[in-house]
C-alpha cells in the first residue's frame, strides 16, 4: 500500500531511480502517464496515469479467497507543483474521480502525490489534477523543462514492512527429497510431505488458495516451485517531461513568427517590384 511508502521512505524515489513500490510489488507490469507537454504558469492542468490490466484477473486474498484487484500510484511532480485546490477542478473532472482521494506524500512534500488503494476495475485510469507555480511569486522555481516520474501498481505486494512474504508469492520447496503424500487440511491449507535420501520426513504447508503443481512420486529439488505464481498484479514506473512555460517567451514567439513571414512576404513583394523595373528598363 502507498501507506507503507509513505511511513518507510521519506523519498519514494531512491537515487538510482527505482520507486519504493517496486521493493515490495515484485513483478513488473506496464503503467502509463498523459500530460501536456507544456504548462504555464499557476495552471490547472491534468496528468492521467494509466494502469492496466485484464478485468478477468483474479488474485489471492490474504484468506485464500480469490477476489478483483485494486490499484494505487504514487506521482512525484517537480518542486513547486502540487495538487490542485477543490475550487480549481473542473466540475468533468470531479465527476469523473468520484471516490478517489488523492493526498499529498507527507506534509513537507506536497509535490509528491499518492493514491490508492482504489478498486482497479473502475479506476486503471486516475486522473491527477495539479496546479503548476508561478515563478514571479516563488523565486525557487524557474521556466524550465522537468520530469514527472510516476509509480503505479495493482494487485497485492509480496513482502510486508516487516520483511515477512504475503500469500501472493510462489511457494518453492525448502527441502529435497521425493512428495509422499500431500494433504488438504481443514483450514484449506495443503501439506504436502516428502521425504529425503537418508529416509527422513519433511512437512511444508501451502496456504490456502495456492494451486500445487507437484504430485505424489515427484522427486523434488531444493527451491522447486510447489505452486503456480499466484501474483496476477505488478508494479511499473515511468516518466514525462514537461515544460514550464513563460507566458512572454509565447507572446515573443509569435512576434518572431509573424515577424519572419512579413519579411519573407516583403520580398517577395520588393522582388516582383525590381522585376516590373527591369521589364520597364528593357523597353528603352
Ligand atoms: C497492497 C500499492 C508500496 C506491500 C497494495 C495494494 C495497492 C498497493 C494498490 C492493494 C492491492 C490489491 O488489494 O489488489 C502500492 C503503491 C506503493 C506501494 C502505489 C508505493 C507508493 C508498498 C511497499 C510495500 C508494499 C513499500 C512493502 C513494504 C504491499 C503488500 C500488500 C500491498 C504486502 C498486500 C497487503 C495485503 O493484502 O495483505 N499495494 N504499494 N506496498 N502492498 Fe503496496
Known amino acids: 500500500y502507498p501507506i507503507y511508502a509513505q511511513q518507510g521512505y521519506t523519498n519514494p524515489r531512491a537515487a538510482n531511480g527505482r520507486i519504493a513500490c ?3 510489488h515484485l513483478a513488473e507490469k506496464p503503467v502509463q502517464i498523459e500530460s501536456p507537454k507544456a504548462v504555464l504558469p499557476n495552471k490547472v492542468f491534468e496528468a492521467a496515469v494509466k494502469i492496466p490490466y485484464s478485468k478477468d484477473a ?8 480469490l477476489s478483483g484487484l485494486n490499484v494505487g500510484a504514487v506521482v512525484i511532480l517537480p518542486e513547486g507543483f502540487k495538487l490542485a485546490p477543490n475550487n480549481l477542478i473542473s466540475k468533468e473532472i470531479k465527476e469523473k474521480s468520484k471516490g478517489v482521494f488523492i493526498s499529498p506524500y507527507s506534509a513537507t512534500q506536497e509535490n509528491i502525490l499518492v493514491v490508492g488503494p482504489i478498486a482497479g476495475d473502475t479506476h486503471q485510469e486516475i486522473i491527477f ?5 508561478d515563478p514571479a511569486t516563488n523565486k525557487k522555481i524557474n521556466f ?4 514527472i516520474y510516476v509509480g503505479a501498481n495493482r494487485g497485492r505486494g509480496q513482502i510486508y514492512p516487516t520483511g515477512e512474504k504475503s500469500n501472493n508469492n510462489i511457494v518453492t520447496s525448502s527441502f529435497e527429497g521425493q512428495v509422499i503424500d500431500i494433504q488438504t487440511l481443514a483450514k484449506g491449507e495443503t501439506e504436502v510431505t516428502m521425504v529425503n535420501s537418508k529416509g527422513n520426513e519433511t512437512k511444508q504447508n501451502i496456504p490456502k488458495g495456492l494451486s500445487v503443481v507437484v504430485s505424489k512420486k515427484d522427486n523434488i529439488k531444493l527451491d522447486q516451485p510447489l505452486t503456480k505464481d499466484p501474483n496476477v498484479g505488478g508494479f511499473g514506473q515511468t516518466d514525462v517531461e514537461i515544460v514550464l512555460q513563460d507566458p512572454s517567451r509565447v507572446v515573443g514567439f509569435i512576434i518572431f513568427a509573424f515577424s519572419v513571414l512579413f519579411t519573407q512576404i516583403f520580398f517577395v513583394i520588393k522582388k516582383k517590384q525590381f522585376e516590373k523595373v527591369q521589364a520597364a528598363e528593357l523597353k528603352f
Open 58 to 65: 483474479k488474485q489471492i486474498l490474504g484468506n485464500g479467497q
Open 144 to 147: 524550465l523543462k522537468y520530469p
Open 129 to 133: 489534477p495539479v496546479l503548476s507555480p
Open 22 to 24: 517496486a521493493n515490495c
